[in-house]
Nanobody, 115 residues
Framework: QVQLVESGGGLVQAGGSLRLSCAAS????????MGWYRQAPGEQRELVAT???????NYADSAKGRFTISRDSAKNTVYLQMTTLKPADTAVYYC?????????WGQGTQVTVSS
């Protein structure tokens, strides 16, 4: 059982930055893929960015050039650095991990971008 705990959400003005953190209960190198997803009110949950155990990253088009996913293996933590935030980025952001064919989710952290 992998537990994921997100932090770092909040209220920010358009154009601002936030860094989200996802602390894992397991050594992150045992987790095949970790990522960030988001869900806006009335919308489906969507991919934001992923990072594989090997370090390969993938981004949604909406995140490319503005968001960066990274990890600190010593802290078993994955980060999402978000810059040039837009009101359209407002959502609950969820950390995700896949290991052994099982998908784990964090509880989510709210990001609100005001115009």
């Amino acid at each position: 059982q992998v537990q994921l705990v997100e932090s770092g959400g909040g209220l920010v003005q358009a154009g601002g930055s936030l860094r989200l953190s996802c602390a894992a209960s397991e050594i992150i190198f045992t987790i095949n893929v970790m990522g960030w997803y988001r869900q806006a009110p009335g919308e489906q949950r969507e991919l934001v960015a992923t990072i594989t155990r090997g370090g390969s990253t993938n981004y949604a088009d909406s995140a490319k050039g503005r968001f960066t996913i990274s990890r600190d293996s010593a802290k078993n933590t994955v980060y999402l650095q978000m810059t040039t935030l837009k009101p359209a980025d407002t959502a609950v952001y969820y950390c995700n991990g896949v290991r052994g064919g099982i998908t784990y989710w964090g509880q989510g952290t709210q990001v609100t971008v005001s115009s």
